[in-house]
């Protein structure tokens, strides 16, 4: 081949990976990141949950303030986002089941006297 075509061919293979190719890493990576957010938003509503549960101050309020609170902060539908509580099998404690992006995490605490 000649210098010329090797030049142009040159390039082709910069724009590909010096361009492209980092462009599709970074999606891939914020995709990963977006699932990890929904996970880490889910725990804390189950934790923000059992907590008030566990001292006595639960209620429907309460929970549509949270639910409320995290679909804003991840930007997604309310409908998106569920949490339920519930006493446990075992004495004082509760715990609470929390639905995030399709992210579920569950939280238990001993109720507070």
Known sequence: MSARGETGNLGVELLLVGLVLPLIV?????????????????????????????????????????????ATELGVAPSEVAVTVASTAAPNTVSANARVAGATETAVMRVQK
């Open 26 to 70: 970074v999606q891939l990576g914020l995709g990963a990141f977006a699932g990890q957010r929904a996970s880490l938003a889910a725990q804390q509503l189950a934790r923000e949950a059992v907590r008030f549960a566990a001292t006595g101050r639960y209620n429907q309020n309460v929970e549509q303030l949270l639910k409320a609170q995290i």
